[in-house]
């Protein structure tokens, strides 16, 4: 199979080509042989699908975001805000078949395309809910391992989800030994506005780990007492995952190893001053 950074590369200059100057009120797709894409406006991609591998990973923020398996490797409950494309959740539905997989989408319009993207149908283990996220896990009646937050529309992260009551309430929707992971914007302004508000939520527990090539930053908050992990954990469960997951998940384990380690010094720092 040729490099999928290569052929996203063709596709979006394709896209570039044949885009019109008017821009659609909704959400809309552009297709071709191989791939079919999402759009909310003609300047980004929201999502991308290889036709011959619906399950793939195509942009690299979202194997990044993947990087939840070094801390929950058997999630029983995972819950995206966010459905788009749905190419996490194809993915999770066919390499974490016992888990139950929830997605949170506030747009109509997108869960309208869903059959287009290959998003099955609700069923036992997975569902699409029309929804708000920052409702989703301010409701707390069902806890869950994995929170997935990659809710964006036309104007980038809307602000109920990156305020410090959002935090605060996916930080109790979660379990114990959860993880939230978050996709940000690089160059977002408030970006170290939203980090600082994950610390708090998060009692410091947080790993951010930039996005190779699109200038992404993906956000990894812990809940429990088990953090840091250790370097012998981390990479003996990435040699575990390596036999059940086609993901290259050594990708992001050196960045998330020196957060670990940063993380580490702060808390003896921490201790050593009493705080």
């Given amino acids: 199979m040729p490099n999928p950074a290569i052929r996203l590369r063709d596709f979006q200059e394709q896209f570039k080509k044949a885009a019109s100057k008017t821009i659609p009120d909704e959400p809309f797709i552009y297709d071709e042989p191989t791939m079919i894409s999402l759009h909310f406006d003609l300047h980004s991609i929201q999502s991308v699908m290889l036709k011959s591998d619906p399950e793939s990973l195509v942009f690299s923020y979202t194997r990044v975001m ?36 929830t997605a949170i989408e506030i747009s109509s319009s997108v869960i309208a395309l869903r059959e287009k993207f290959s998003i099955p149908a609700d069923n036992d283990k997975f569902k699409v809910l029309h929804a708000n996220g920052a409702d989703f896990v301010a409701n707390q009646s069902d806890k869950v391992d994995v929170l997935l937050v990659d809710g964006f529309d036309e104007n980038g992260q809307p602000p109920e989800l990156c305020s410090t009551d959002f935090y605060n309430n996916c930080y109790t929707k979660l379990r114990d030994g959860g993880v939230m992971v978050v996709n940000l914007h690089g160059s977002d302004i408030n970006l170290g506005s939203y980090a600082s508000r994950i610390c708090d939520s998060f009692e410091d527990k947080l790993i951010m780990v930039d996005v190779e090539g699109d200038g992404n930053k993906i956000a990894f908050a812990y809940k429990g ?14 040699h575990k995952l390596g036999s059940k997951h086609p993901l290259t998940l050594h990708d992001s384990t050196q960045e998330i190893t020196q957060w670990l380690k940063k993380y580490s010094l702060y808390s003896a720092w921490k201790k050593f001053l009493g705080d």
């Fill in 225 to 238: 007492k088990e953090f840091p992990l250790t370097k012998e954990i981390l990479f003996d469960r990435i």
């Fill in 66 to 101: 993947m990087g939840f398996l070094f801390f929950q490797q058997e999630p029983e409950h995972i819950a995206m805000i966010g459905l788009g494309g749905g190419s996490l959740a194809k993915y999770c539905l066919k390499y974490l078949p016992n888990a139950h997989f």
